[in-house]
């Protein structure tokens, strides 16, 4: 019995999943910052670098390791991509131990301050999942018009999931609900998956506001066609939910 609650305290109340993706030196800036905000909740807390690769010439690996080595509580997972951000999310999740878990991206675009509130509001509402809508944005117009045509033909499609931004970040979910969906999106179409599946299982989702900063460092890794595939992945989605529900 005394191992069995020694093994219970140690698992971490959080675990951070940040998506690391072509970073580099930029990473060790956006860590610190977290690291800094975990550290001001009362909690145990783990994060989860996922600093998958695709191009030997990428510095990211080494310098997620050299992190996690310096300091406590991270862990690392660098493989090469076989797919794309929801295959990295996903990679990252099978490595979080903690009883809630949270991903977001690590190109600073979205305030780590906002794992805070993601954070109080699953906790205090009793959540099952938490997430953000961007009520200010720093991006291109052309990101723009890809996040407002994708989230109307999700409402459109799946008007039953009801949040304003599918794709915002950080989402934060209870080790409970991970464990109840069954992920299989290798793309950007990871974060409608997650909502489409909490809906059907009726669970309760939440959101907060947050500000979406540009990013100054490199140009956005989603690009004109990125809504192609979005809106085949949503008709895609679409049938697989009919014959779910009608079976």
Request: proline letters at 3%; charged letters at 25%.
């Amino acid at each position: 019995m005394a191992d069995k609650n020694k093994q219970e305290k140690m698992i971490p109340e959080i675990s951070v999943v940040i998506l690391c993706f072509q970073e580099g030196r930029r990473l060790s800036a956006f860590v610190n910052r977290t690291i800094e905000i975990l550290e001001s909740l009362p909690v145990s807390w783990e994060i989860v670098l996922v600093a998958n690769w695709d191009n030997e010439n990428d510095d990211t690996p080494g310098e997620a390791k050299k992190i996690a080595a310096q300091k406590n509580h991270i862990k690392v997972v660098s493989e090469f991509k076989k797919g794309g951000m929801g295959w990295d999310a996903r990679k990252g999740f099978e490595q979080a131990s903690g009883r809630f878990i949270c991903l977001i991206d690590g190109d600073g675009q979205m305030p780590p301050e906002s794992i805070i509130g993601v954070y109080h509001k699953i906790i205090y509402d009793h959540c099952d999942l938490v997430m953000t809508y961007r009520t200010q944005r720093g991006d291109s117009l052309l990101r723009k018009i890809n996040s407002y045509t994708y989230n109307f033909a999700f409402h459109i499609l799946f008007p039953a999931v009801n949040v304003r931004d599918a794709n915002s970040k950080p989402k934060i979910f209870t080790r409970n609900t991970y464990s109840k969906m069954q992920l299989n999106a290798d793309d950007w179409f990871l974060d409608a998956e997650i909502l489409i599946q909490c809906t059907r299982l009726k669970l309760k989702i939440a959101e907060i506001p947050v500000t979406f900063d540009k990013c100054l460092s490199r140009k956005s890794f989603v690009k004109i066609d990125a809504i192609w595939e979005f809106i085949k992945n949503l008709l895609s989605a679409r049938i697989k939910e009919y014959f779910i529900k009608n079976n």
